[in-house]
Structure formats: structure tokens, C-alpha cells
């Protein structure tokens, strides 16, 4: 099995080196396309092929990423559409706001066909196999979505979901890496504030992060049955949660993620 991504930028390279990390595909069967010759060096040297042609990648994979800015999602797929065969492989698209209807009128041949089709939302954490990754099958039998679950699930985690959430999954987990990434940033400086040096302050942050994942995740417990296990009465924790609270933490973080439905 063989699948090509076009669009080497940020999202591509990050499902690019993903995969290369991951055992579904070996660096042979996987192919990336951009038209920079600059982007597709790094990937050169891990053994995948690389084309500056959009049409070649088409041709060569039986699964198709198409991973480029929305803006460039229409005439991408009209430059391929001639060079996919749809009872062959399967296409899918990462861009944000681009609907399953756009692209089965952009990609429907003269005979009426359709590709098995997945609209996918990953986010860049992908690049080390760990991203939150939302699907939407078009058009795919169960065969197919079985076979795009196994390959995202290995590079993170994976939820098939109906395309009216997507957005919102996109803000919950697409754009929030990012909070997450600024909660830390944030408890990085305060702890060079509480007297650690800025690497220090980091390594205690990062740590205390993924240990408060991972005991979520290996309990399935909800988040505040394991708040109520540190906070003492009358101790330290509830205090700065309760002054987290006051400064309107859990609602800047509801209105931050609404705002990008916006």
C-alpha cells in the first residue's frame, strides 16, 4: 500500500514525518509532493520519494492527501482529478472549511463517479505521532474506513465524527494545542517568577503536563475527581485554582474556543 501527500508545508510536512515515524507504511511507499524543491529535501533523505508534480504523486498512491491551504484545495484537485483512478484509491482532504460538497463537485468525472472520499482535521502533533485527529467519510465503505482509522489512530488518536462538527473540532483540538501550548508557556514564566531558571521551569512544566494526561487517560477518570484528590482543605491548590477562577480561567478558555467558530 502506497499513499502520496501534496502539500509539503507545515500540516503536510507534519503528516509526512509522521508517517515516516509510524510501521503502515514504509519510507518507499510513502510520497510527498510541493512545488519547492527546498520543502521535499528532508524527506528525500528518509527514503520517501518526492515530485515537484502533483499529477505523478496522484498517479502513484493508492491513497491521495491533499494538504494545502483552502484557497489552493479547488485547483489542486482539478489538476488531478485526470490522474486518479476512484475505484482504486482513496482520496483525502486536510483543509480547513472546505465541504464534502465543494470537493465531490470539483472532483465528480463525465460518468457521474466519486472517490471514496475523508474530509480530516489532524492537528500538528501528528509529526510525533500524537494528534487528535477527526475524520468524515464521503462516499467510503467500511473497508475504507476501517483501513483511514487504523492509519490515524497509530499516528495519535482518531475520532470518526459527522462534518457539522468539524469546525468545532478544529477549535477544540487543531487550534487547541495551541492553548495548551500557551497554558504551559504561561506556567513556564511563572515558575521563572517563583524563582527556577527558564529551563528548569520548563522540564517541571512539561512533566506535570504529561503526567496529568497520562493519569486521565490510564484511569479514565474525570478531570475534577483528580483535582479533589490535591486539593486540601484550606491548602495551596484550591487557593490558586480559586484565583485562577477569579481571574476568569475556565471562562477565557470556553469563550477562546468559541471564538473560533466565529
Known sequence: MKISIIGAGAMGGSLAQGLLKGETFKPSEIT???PSQDALQKFAETGA????????????GDIVAVVVKPWLVEN????????????????????????????NHWMKKEDGS????????????????????????????ETNIKLISEIFDELGGCLITEERLLASGTTLASCGIAYAMRYIRASVEGGVELGFKAKDAEKIVLQTVKGAVELLQANGNHPEAEIDKVTTPGGVTIKGLNEMEHAGFTSAVIRGLKAGLK
Open 32 to 34: 510527498v509532493a510541493d
Open 49 to 60: 520519494s518526492i515530485t515537484t508534480e502533483n499529477k505523478v504523486a496522484a498517479e502513484s
Open 76 to 103: 489542486v484537485l482539478n489538476g488531478i482529478k485526470d490522474s486518479m483512478n476512484y475505484k482504486k484509491q482513496i482520496l483525502i482532504v486536510i483543509a480547513a472549511g472546505i465541504s464534502s460538497e465543494q470537493i
Open 114 to 141: 466519486l472517490p471514496p472520499l475523508f474530509l480530516v482535521i489532524p492537528n500538528i502533533a501528528i509529526a510525533v505521532m500524537s494528534s487528535m485527529t477527526f475524520i468524515v467519510p464521503v462516499n467510503a465503505s
